[in-house]
């Protein structure tokens, strides 16, 4: 079975916080590489930053140190914090698994949780 629901996306004044949800199953949760992709308006979709089953992050470098990625296995849910948010921070961002030796970009999506960063 395959759920991957992302919620907490919404409008933020530059330098503000949000907190993404990406709600999983549990098989999933312990198979996949979970990861946060984001895709703005004429671009392509880029990872912002995945999970690996052993707890291991990784980041771009455009979010490293302000997002932090994380994931709670007892609610089966992925987490993206997004602190100090900038307006170029602004795109849909969506919930990916994949399995551990596929490449990044594969695998599985969620619908998406638009962020929006403008004062």
């Known amino acids: 079975q395959v759920q991957l629901v992302e919620s907490g996306g919404g409008l933020v004044q530059p330098g503000g916080s949000l907190r993404l949800s990406c709600a999983t199953t549990?098989?999933?949760?312990?198979?996949?590489?979970m990861g946060w992709y984001r895709q703005a308006p004429g671009n392509t979709r880029e990872l912002a930053a995945d999970?690996?089953?052993?707890?291991?992050?990784d980041y771009a470098e455009s979010v490293r140190g302000r997002f932090t990625i994380s994931r709670d296995n007892a609610k089966n849910l992925v987490y993206l914090q997004m602190n100090t948010l900038r307006p170029e921070d602004t795109a849909v961002y969506f919930c990916?698994?994949?399995?551990?030796?596929?490449?990044?970009?594969?695998?599985?999506w969620g619908q998406g949780t638009q962020v929006t960063v403008s004062s």
């Open positions: 999970i690996q089953m052993d707890g291991s992050t």
């Open positions: 549990e098989s999933m949760l312990r198979s996949y590489v």
């Open positions: 990916n698994a994949r399995p551990t030796w596929s490449n990044r970009g594969d695998g599985y």
